[in-house]
């Protein structure tokens, strides 16, 4: 068996690098970057997640994703900065269901990590499969630790966090989070090769 196969069978994360992908709940999922085509439809996104998941997504009062944000992201911010979505993939349709972005320090070797689920998409296995797509791209970049922080309280993030072998660790700036660390092991290495 090869490395990237019975790290697959292992099955914490799932190896998305590329394509559609069926999640345990049986949802089909494309998890690709973002586009300037999904500038609005990511608008819609954040602007459609309750307060709390809102809350939760930007650790604080966000309404809107400004479109000088937007811009951001698209603009790739010197290569160090990757939003995804996840579009829900049914038949001739797609719908965007969750976005996550991922930030790699080349010198640091690290990779921090931010996302969210569409509140009725919640508890399906897209949050798992956002994380796994972003451990494997890092991984590919080079990066040994995915870290990423959240509201103490957030159980959902630390559940998703449990779920894919992340520790909790305290945050040395902020009482109110936890920082949430997941070191890339050779498993996502194979994947991502
Ligand atoms: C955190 C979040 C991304 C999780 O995404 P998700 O698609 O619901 O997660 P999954 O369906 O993949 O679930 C992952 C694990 O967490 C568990 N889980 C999900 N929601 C939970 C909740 N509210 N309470 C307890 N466990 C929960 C699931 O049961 C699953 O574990 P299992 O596979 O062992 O059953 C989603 O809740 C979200 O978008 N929240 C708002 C934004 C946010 O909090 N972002 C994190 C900070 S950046």
Do not use: K
Not at 81 to 87: E, G, H, K, M, S
Not at 90 to 118: C, K, N
Not at 124 to 145: D, K, M, N, S
């Amino acid at each position: 068996m090869s490395d990237a196969l019975a790290c697959y069978t292992e099955g914490r994360l799932r190896p998305s690098p590329a394509g559609p992908i069926r999640v345990g709940s049986g949802l089909l999922l494309d998890i690709r970057p973002l586009t300037a085509a999904d500038a609005e439809a990511l608008r819609s996104h954040v602007r459609a997640l309750s307060t709390r998941s809102r809350h939760n997504r930007y650790l604080g009062g966000v309404n809107e994703l400004p479109s000088t944000e937007v811009a951001r992201l698209l603009g790739g911010v010197g290569g160090t900065v990757f939003p995804l979505v996840a579009d829900m993939l049914d038949g001739d349709r797609r719908a965007m269901v969750g976005e996550a972005v991922y930030a790699i320090d080349r010198a640091a070797g690290t990779a921090e990590f931010a996302l969210s689920v569409r509140d009725e998409w919640q508890g399906r296995g897209v949050g798992t499969a956002l994380l796994g797509a972003i451990a494997v791209r890092a991984a590919r970049t080079g990066a040994a630790l995915l870290h990423g922080e959240t509201l103490r309280g957030n159980d959902a993030m630390l559940a998703l966090a449990a779920r894919v072998g992340a520790v909790e660790v305290r945050h040395r700036g902020d009482p109110r989070l936890i920082r949430i660390e997941r070191m890339l092991t050779a498993c996502d290495i194979a994947i991502a090769a």
